[in-house]
C-alpha cells in the first residue's frame, strides 16, 4: 500500500523542553493510524509540526498529493515519489492539499449556523468564489448551491443535517464535535487528522464513533490519523498505533501487538491500567 504521510525525524522544543525528539511514523493510504502516549507526551504538537501551525525545529513531513491538484495550483513534488514536504509552507495553504484537521477542544463560530460553518471552514476556493458571487454571477450561484449541496451532504452524513440551519453555539457537546468532523470532509480529503474526538462524549456516542470514523474512511476513500485517550476507540478502530512518550518514539505495531508491548505498559504506569 502507498503512503500517504510520512513524518521523518520531527522535533521541536519549547524553552528547552524537547517536545517532539526525533520522531518518524509513517500513515499508509486509507490507513486508520493512531498516535497514542500519556498526557503531555506531544501529540498534539505532532500534529501542530504536520499541520504547520508550529515550525518544527527539525525533519520533514512528506505529504503524498494528487498529481492533479499540484497541477492545478502549478506546483511540483519536492521528491520522485510525487511528495512535498509540508515543512515551511504556510498553515492556511495545507488545506489545500487534502490535509485538513479537528482540534482537541471544538473550533467552531457559535454566531454561525452549523451549514454555514461547514461552508466557511471547509474551503479556500469558496471564499474565492464568494468574491464571484457578490458581483452576482450565475456560474458563482451555480458554485453556492454546490458547495451547499456538499455541506449538507456532509452534515447528513454525520447524522446532524437535521439541525443543518440551527445556531452552532447553543449546541451540546456531541453535535459541535460532529460539526468539526463534517467541515473537513468539505476539502475532499486524503488525510483527516483528529485529535481526541471521543473527549467528553458518552459511552453511547464514542461506539458510534467508531463506526462513524469507519465509514469516513469508507466513503472519502480518505486515511485518519487519531489521537485519543479512550483505549477501546483506539484498539477497535485502529489499523496501526505508534505509542510515543516524552515526545520519543516508543513503539509501533497492530492493536494486538501495541497492547502486548511492555514498553508501552512501562509508559502508562500509574496513569492508567486499561492498556
Ligand atoms: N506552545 C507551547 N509552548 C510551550 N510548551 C508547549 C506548547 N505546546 C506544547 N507544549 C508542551 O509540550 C509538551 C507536549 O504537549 P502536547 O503535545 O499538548 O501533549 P499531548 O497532546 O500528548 O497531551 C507538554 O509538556 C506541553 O506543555
Ligand atoms: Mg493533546
Excluded at 195 to 216: F, W
Excluded at 224 to 229: A, C, F, G, K, N
Aim: charged share 25%; glycine share 8%; hydrophobic share 40%.
Amino acid at each position: 500500500m502507498s503512503e500517504v504521510l510520512r513524518v521523518e525525524n520531527l522535533s521541536i522544543s519549547f524553552g528547552g523542553l524537547a517536545a517532539v525528539d526525533d520522531l518518524s511514523f509513517s500513515v499508509s493510504d486509507q490507513e486508520i493510524f493512531g498516535l497514542i502516549g500519556p498526557n503531555g507526551a506531544g501529540k498534539t504538537t505532532v500534529f501542530n509540526c504536520i499541520t504547520q501551525f508550529y515550525k518544527p525545529d527539525k525533519g520533514s513531513v512528506w505529504f503524498t498529493v494528487d498529481p492533479e491538484r499540484l497541477a492545478a495550483r502549478r506546483q511540483k513534488a519536492d521528491n520522485a515519489e510525487g511528495q512535498i514536504n509540508l515543512v515551511g509552507r504556510p498553515v492556511h495553504s495545507i488545506i489545500n492539499y487534502g490535509l485538513v484537521r479537528t482540534f482537541q477542544n471544538v473550533e467552531i463560530i457559535g454566531e454561525l449556523s452549523l451549514v454555514d460553518n461547514v461552508l466557511i471552514g471547509g474551503h479556500v476556493d469558496f471564499r474565492a468564489s464568494m468574491l464571484s458571487q457578490m458581483l452576482r454571477l450565475p456560474r458563482a450561484r451555480a458554485e453556492e448551491k454546490a458547495y451547499r449541496e456538499k455541506a449538507m451532504e456532509a452534515l447528513d452524513f454525520l447524522g446532524i443535517g437535521h439541525l443543518a440551519d440551527q445556531l452552532a453555539g447553543g449546541q451540546p457537546y456531541g453535535v459541535r464535535k460532529r460539526l468539526e468532523m463534517a467541515r473537513t470532509l468539505m476539502a475532499e480529503p486524503k488525510l483527516i487528522i483528529l485529535d481526541e474526538p471521543a473527549a467528553g462524549l458518552n459511552e453511547s456516542e464514542t461506539d458510534g464513533l467508531a463506526e462513524t470514523i469507519r465509514e469516513i474512511r469508507r466513503r472519502y476513500e480518505c486515511a485518519i490519523l487519531l489521537v485519543e485517550h479512550d483505549m477501546g476507540l483506539v484498539m477497535s478502530v485502529c489499523d496501526r498505533i505508534c505509542a510515543i512518550s516524552f515526545g520519543k518514539f516508543l513503539a509501533m505495531g497492530t492493536p494486538a501487538e501495541i497492547q502486548q508491548d511492555p514498553l508501552v505498559h512501562e509508559a502508562y504506569l500509574g496513569e492508567r491500567d486499561d492498556v
